[in-house]
């Protein structure tokens, strides 16, 4: 069964088919990084009439060499994130199912970034062969807890610019929410971070990038929120800035500080839950799982295995759209044309 992903709740505009809620046929994703990054961060506006010109261009090419007699629904994105945004993707999804006669299946971005651990990219469209990614490098360092199947239940980290979700998987479309952040995300702290330090946006690459040349010597502190499952990064984001405004301080060195900041308490914090709620397995989704830092860390600590999705399967893309897609047509929960986008939507 094939599903066509659209994706367009934030500043990618992406379409993809995948196989049986695994197997990537096509991936395609615009960004539209360069067009914002000269205001250091996504303008809503220009981000929707940005998704309107790239919208059909992306839909041909994730079609190319698919025939539409061979796709069986199409899922899109309906929430959470820029309603403008949104709206451009759900109106072009409800265009194409009535158009092609096909069933339309809204879905959550968050659970959309948990299946990324359910695709296994075909030869053709990526050099990977399987999740969690670069298993072969990994078990070169010592760390072979990888597993490329997904077992219930398990504990979901999700990690973004907009959401720090932990999240317990008891089944397909079965979620419970255990925390989230209290103020800023973990991606936009990185976010914010680089802004401070002058290093660029997206934040989060632009970091991890300065943090090879640095030492996490400076002392950032954590907010642990003890007997809570929630996050807080906005007493780093705030020291981090007291730091640098004292000045006498490397951008390597703080930027490997915050981010080993970021780390531990996102590593500490979801391997207490896991041991907590017996759980056999960890899956990392998300942008911020993109982070080398972040992902190592994991499998070095948890005594479970950790599914990471390779890292462009982690930032936002439409083939972890339809992999959601094909579960919920699976149970058979698919949408009226009636379906609008819910810019707050929640997991759990
Ligand atoms: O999932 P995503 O692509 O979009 C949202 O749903 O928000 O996540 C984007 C976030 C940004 O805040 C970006 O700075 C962060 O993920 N990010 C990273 C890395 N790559 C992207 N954060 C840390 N390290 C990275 N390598
Ligand atoms: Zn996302």
């Known amino acids: 069964m094939r599903i066509l992903g659209i994706e367009t709740s934030c500043d990618e505009t992406a379409a993809a088919i995948v196989e049986d809620g695994s197997r990537i046929v096509s991936n395609v994703v615009a960004s539209q990084i360069d067009i914002h990054a000269r205001y250091g961060g996504v303008v809503p506006e220009v981000a929707s009439r940005q998704h309107l010109l790239t919208i059909i261009p992306v839909i041909s090419q994730a079609m190319a060499g698919v025939a539409w007699q061979d796709v069986n629904g199409i899922a899109v994105t309906f929430g959470p994130g820029l309603a403008g945004s949104l709206l451009v993707g759900v109106n072009a999804a409800k265009a194409i199912a009535l158009a092609k006669n096909l069933p339309l299946i809204g879905v959550s971005h968050l659970e959309a970034h948990i299946y990324a651990n359910w695709l296994v990219p075909s030869p053709a469209s990526s050099p990977l062969t399987c999740s969690p990614y670069d298993s072969g490098r990994r078990e070169e360092e010592g760390t072979a807890k990888v597993n490329c199947e997904a077992k219930?239940?398990?504990?979901?980290?999700?990690?973004?610019?907009?959401?720090?979700?932990?999240?317990?998987?008891?089944?397909?479309?079965?979620?419970?929410?255990?925390?989230?952040?209290?103020?800023?995300?973990?991606?936009?702290?990185?976010?914010?971070?680089?802004?401070?330090?002058?290093?660029?946006?997206?934040?989060g690459p632009a970091i991890e990038q300065a943090a090879r040349s640095g030492s996490p010597c400076l002392s950032l502190p954590r907010a642990?929120?003890?007997?809570?499952?929630?996050?807080?990064?906005?007493?780093?984001?705030?020291?981090?800035?007291?730091?640098?405004?004292?000045?006498?301080?490397?951008?390597?060195?703080?930027?490997?500080?915050?981010?080993?900041?970021?780390?531990?308490?996102?590593?500490?914090?979801?391997?207490?839950a896991a041991k907590q709620l017996k759980v056999g397995q960890i899956l990392l989704s998300g942008g911020v799982a993109a982070n080398k830092t972040l992902t190592q860390q994991f499998l070095a600590k948890s005594p479970v295995p950790v599914l990471i999705p390779p890292p462009d399967l982690c930032t936002d893309n439409a083939a972890m759209v339809a992999a959601c897609g094909y579960y919920h047509l699976q149970a058979g929960k698919t949408n009226g044309f009636d379906l609008d986008v819910v810019p707050s939507l929640s997991l759990g």
């Not at 929410?177 to 936009?188: N, S, V, Y």
């Open 152 to 203: 219930f239940p398990c504990l979901c980290l999700i990690v973004s610019g907009g959401h720090s979700d932990l999240v317990l998987m008891r089944g397909h479309g079965q979620f419970e929410k255990l925390g989230q952040t209290r103020d800023d995300a973990a991606g936009e702290a990185f976010d914010k971070a680089a802004r401070i330090l002058g290093l660029g946006y997206p934040g």
């Open 224 to 272: 642990w929120l003890k007997d809570s499952h929630d996050f807080s990064f906005s007493g780093l984001k705030t020291a981090l800035w007291h730091l640098v405004q004292q000045g006498g301080v490397s951008v390597a060195d703080v930027a490997a500080s915050f981010q080993l900041a970021i780390v531990d308490v996102l590593v500490v914090k979801t391997i207490e």
